[in-house]
């Protein structure tokens, strides 16, 4: 499968077996960007394959690129950070790093006397927040606070 990212808010998703269509395809979003008083921006346009169970094909049955269009091994989609194997790798990875930042925001919180309770939101809003975004889908399970 051939996601190719338009824009900032469109998303084209070609099956790997239709990827000769990609020029067409962008070529049709391109005019009716312009029909709307719209542009597309190919700067901000990116193209992801996604494997089969994580499993690289045969170098052969990979689609050639689409042309301007750059391939990229991740991408964020909605806030959420997928790859070509269809992992959460990438976003936790991302996800841990920022935790950590806003952890230390939150200690230098408490050391400057902020109640309890205050920090327990600030904790809530931000670093919780970030963690359980997206999480049902990955796993079907609704999480409540």
């Known amino acids: 499968m051939v996601i190719t990212v338009i824009a900032?808010?469109?998303?084209?998703?070609?099956?790997?077996?239709?990827c000769s269509t990609c020029t067409a395809e962008v070529k049709h979003i391109e005019t009716w960007a312009t029909t709307n008083n719209l542009r597309?921006?190919?700067?901000?346009?990116?193209?992801?394959?996604?494997?089969?169970?994580g499993k690289r094909r045969k170098q052969a049955s990979i689609p050639p690129p689409c042309p301007t269009i750059e391939r990229v091994h991740s991408l964020r989609v909605?806030?959420?950070?997928?790859?070509?194997k269809l992992t959460a790798a990438d976003h936790v990875d991302h996800?841990?790093?920022?935790?950590?930042?806003?952890?230390?925001?939150?200690?230098?919180?408490?050391?400057?006397?902020?109640a309890a309770d205050s920090l327990n939101d600030v904790f809530r809003s931000t670093v919780l927040a970030k963690i359980l975004y997206c999480a049902p889908?990955?796993?079907?399970?609704?999480f409540c606070c």
């Open 40 to 53: 597309l921006n190919r700067a901000k346009s990116k193209e992801i394959v996604f494997f089969a169970n």
């Open 78 to 84: 909605l806030g959420i950070i997928v790859n070509t």
């Open 137 to 142: 889908a990955w796993s079907g399970i609704v």
């Open 95 to 114: 996800l841990l790093s920022a935790s950590a930042s806003l952890l230390y925001a939150l200690r230098v919180l408490c050391s400057s006397g902020i």
């Open 8 to 18: 900032d808010d469109t998303y084209l998703v070609i099956p790997a077996v239709n």
